[in-house]
């Protein structure tokens, strides 16, 4: 099983609901969750944010990461958004298992 976790912040939790749609829609991911009023503080432009955002995790299978990585920078505001690939390393066979199922799927039912 070769399963990806992708981590996404997002501006806002509309954001998040957007991209993540889109991602679930497309069968790049078979599902994501959505994490609001999260506190990110970081250096942008050559200071400290302290600023609100979401968190979108989309659950993927490993060989379509590239694809929904590209495709959140597109639908994505940022101009340098955080999107970053965590393998799974163990976890419930079943919900594995589905996750390879459902990301495998192309719009159209074929993978």
Avoid at 2 to 24: H, S
Avoid at 54 to 81: F, G
Wanted: glycine share 6%; with cysteine.
């Amino acid at each position: 099983m070769a399963v990806n976790f992708i981590y996404i912040t997002t501006k806002d939790a509309e954001e998040a609901r957007r991209i993540g749609r889109t991602l679930v829609e497309e069968r790049l991911a078979a599902c994501v969750n959505i994490l609001d009023g999260m506190n990110s503080m970081y250096w942008w432009e050559g200071k400290v944010q302290d600023e609100r955002e979401a968190v979108l995790i989309a659950k993927t299978k490993e060989s379509r990461a590239p694809e929904l990585i590209a495709r959140v920078k597109a639908l994505h505001s940022y101009s340098c958004p955080c999107v970053v690939a965590m393998a799974v390393v163990a976890g419930n066979p079943d919900f594995l298992d589905w996750v390879e199922r459902e990301s495998g799927r192309r719009v159209n039912g074929k993978s």
